[in-house]
């Protein structure tokens, strides 16, 4: 499956950003699917991950409460609702597809396929 991220950009502290991940090839209803972010230099970490069908959802500690994640199969994608930004949540951020079905996946190595990135900054 290809994935391609958009939806980055620019924003003030305390300012909301929509990310947007459309998907392309295999059936997307099969893959649960994340949102992972990175600072140059550091660790990839989990932002957020929901089930093929949307009814679960997990997030980070960090974003809780303050982004949302839902999907729509019928149109291949799946969305980052992030409200109330910070400047710590400044970093690019990469959709990802995963097979597992049994839970919905936290870590990056479950994760079968990434997009390019969107970059969020939000200066301090």
């Known amino acids: 499956v290809q994935l391609q991220a958009s939806g980055g950009g620019l924003v003030q502290a305390g300012g909301s950003l929509r990310l947007s991940c459309a998907a392309s090839g295999r059936p997307f209803s099969r893959y649960s699917m994340g949102w992972f972010r990175q600072d140059p230099g550091k660790e990839r970490d989990f932002v957020a991950a929901i089930s093929w069908g949307g009814g679960i959802t997990n997030y980070g500690d960090s974003v809780k409460g303050r982004f949302t994640i839902s999907r729509d199969n019928g149109m291949n994608t799946v969305t980052l609702q992030m409200s109330n930004l910070k400047p710590e949540d400044t970093a690019t951020y990469y959709c990802?597809?995963?097979?597992?079905?049994?839970?919905?996946?936290?870590?990056?190595?479950?994760?079968?396929?990434w997009g390019q990135g969107t970059l969020v900054t939000v200066p301090s």
């Open positions: 990802a597809a995963s097979r597992i079905s049994l839970y919905v996946p936290g870590t990056a190595s479950d994760y079968d396929y």
